[in-house]
């Protein structure tokens, strides 16, 4: 699905999530997760990526591990400047504290809630997959 | 979900209960901080989040509710939040928010944690 680059867009992606997560049979619990990390991949996006078609591209894949372990895929793809990892600093309540600005926290939410997640960026634009298993 | 988040609260002595209804983002932050703000400036010294009706709190709400949370601790006061789902509570853990606002599993709980402690 491709939503645009809006106020609130980031819940009309969750939707699917849930419905596919719910399709699965994942608990509620997991699903709020991936829901929330699909909610700060986009907002993530939204407000740094400068996309140059002004839309985030969604991606949503079902799939088993050959021991039977199901997961819920979601790839948030925008085509915007990219960034450098390197240059994302840890975040710490303490740094927040001291901080005028109290952001930064989007990435260290997702690798906190997701069970596998894959960054890759450039002037390309930046795309994040993220697993979570059932 | 609601995509537009309510807030209501209620004054009990010096504690003022705080709940919210929808997703909490830039408007659910700065709506639950415009209602803590006027109760702190009217010297309530204890507030307690309600989040029962929340599932999720995106990072811009988050870094809203540490302003808040500043606020409180700036007037020596003592924020509380209660009823939080275990991604939220989760997510307030990882941001190290557990170290400076209490989490309680009910609102009762809550009430009963931000009482004074008498000597």
């Given amino acids: 699905m491709t939503i ?72 948030v793809l925008d085509r915007g400047k990219g960034f450098d990892q390197a240059d994302v600093e840890t975040p710490s309540l303490e740094k927040t504290f001291a901080s005028h600005r109290k952001r930064g926290w989007g990435l260290q939410i997702i690798k906190s809630l997701m069970d596998e997640i894959d960054i890759s960026s450039g002037d390309w634009g930046t795309r994040i997959l993220m697993r979570k298993y059932k | 979900m609601s995509e537009t988040c309510k807030v209501s609260s209620e004054r009990r002595g010096d504690v003022v209960i705080i709940w919210t209804d929808g997703y909490i983002n830039n408007q659910g932050g700065e709506e639950i901080a415009r ?11 204890a507030l307690v989040l309600n989040l029962e009706k929340t599932r999720i709190v995106n990072s811009i709400g988050i870094s809203i509710l540490i302003e808040v949370l500043e606020k409180v601790m700036d ?22 928010l557990a170290q400076y606002a209490e989490i309680y599993p009910t609102q009762e709980d809550a009430l009963r944690g931000v009482e004074p402690q008498s000597a």
């Fill in chain 1, 4 to 75: 645009p680059v809006a106020p609130e867009m980031e819940i009309v992606a969750t939707a699917q999530a849930a419905a596919l997560g719910e399709y699965i049979g994942m608990s509620r619990d997991k699903i709020d997760e991936v829901k929330l990390a699909l909610v700060e991949a986009c907002i993530n996006a939204f407000e740094h990526a400068e996309c140059r078609d002004e839309q985030l591209h969604l991606t949503f894949r079902l799939g088993r591990e050959p021991k039977g372990r199901e997961w819920l895929e979601v790839e």
């Fill in chain 2, 75 to 96: 007037k020596k006061g003592v924020l509380a939040f209660c009823a939080l789902t275990p991604t939220i509570d989760k997510t307030f853990r990882i941001m190290g």
């Fill in chain 2, 35 to 45: 209602e803590a703000y006027v109760h702190l400036d009217q010297g309530a010294r």
